[in-house]
């Protein structure tokens, strides 16, 4: 589900939404966790909002987000 992401990788402006403040993506490694090389397939998105109601329309409107939550 979340192997998703690695496409997305080049184009984060495809993340970003009304009322958000900012939004940060941040990857793991290959192998161990802890390599030079990294692993496309995991992601973590950090982000704030001015409301709760940004957030969730963000989640219930994005394409890329309804995809990987499903």
Do not use: C
């Not at 993506?25 to 161990?32: E, V």
């Not at 998105?45 to 940004?54: E, T």
Request: charged letters at 25%; a positive charge.
């Amino acid at each position: 589900m979340f192997k998703l992401m690695g496409g997305y990788t080049f184009n984060k402006n495809i993340l970003k939404s009304n009322g958000q403040g900012f939004f940060k993506l941040l990857g793991t490694g290959s192998k161990n966790g802890f390599s030079v090389f990294p692993d496309f397939s995991n992601y973590v998105m950090i982000s704030s909002w001015k409301d709760d109601s940004d957030r969730k329309a963000f989640l219930e409107k994005n394409k890329i987000m309804t995809t990987i939550l499903r």
